[in-house]
Nanobody, 123 residues
Framework: QVQLVESGGGLVQAGDSLRLSCVAS????????MGWFRQAPGKEREFVAG????????VYADSVKGRFTISRDNAKNTVYLQMNSLKPEDTAVHYC????????????????WGQGTQVTVSS
């Protein structure tokens, strides 16, 4: 069992930056591929970024490529999402997720989810 707790969300202006953090419980963090997803009101939850177990491989949604960076610190059981050049369309609840996969863009690949942290970007 893995418990995930996100933090770092908030209200910012367009062009600003935020860094989200997600701390995982347990001693097997490095055995999980990690991902960030987001869900805006009235929309489906969508993939944002994923990172492999070692952190050597990352994947991004086209909408965030070049602006967001996912990273992880296995010694701290933590995955991060650095979000730069934020846009109003980035407004959503952001979730981190853990899965027994190397890396994946698919929601069904992830077994554990955090409670989410709200990111609101004003224009």
């Amino acid at each position: 069992q893995v418990q995930l707790v996100e933090s770092g969300g908030g209200l910012v202006q367009a062009g600003d930056s935020l860094r989200l953090s997600c701390v995982a419980s347990g001693r097997t963090f490095s055995s999980y591929g990690m991902g960030w997803f987001r869900q805006a009101p009235g929309k489906e939850r969508e993939f944002v970024a994923g990172i492999s177990r070692s952190g050597s491989t990352t994947v991004y949604a086209d909408s965030v490529k070049g602006r967001f960076t996912i990273s992880r610190d296995n010694a701290k059981n933590t995955v991060y999402l650095q979000m730069n050049s934020l846009k109003p369309e980035d407004t959503a609840v952001h979730y981190c997720a853990a899965g027994a996969v190397q890396i994946s863009r698919l929601k069904r690949s992830y077994d554990y989810w955090g409670q989410g942290t709200q990111v609101t970007v004003s224009s």
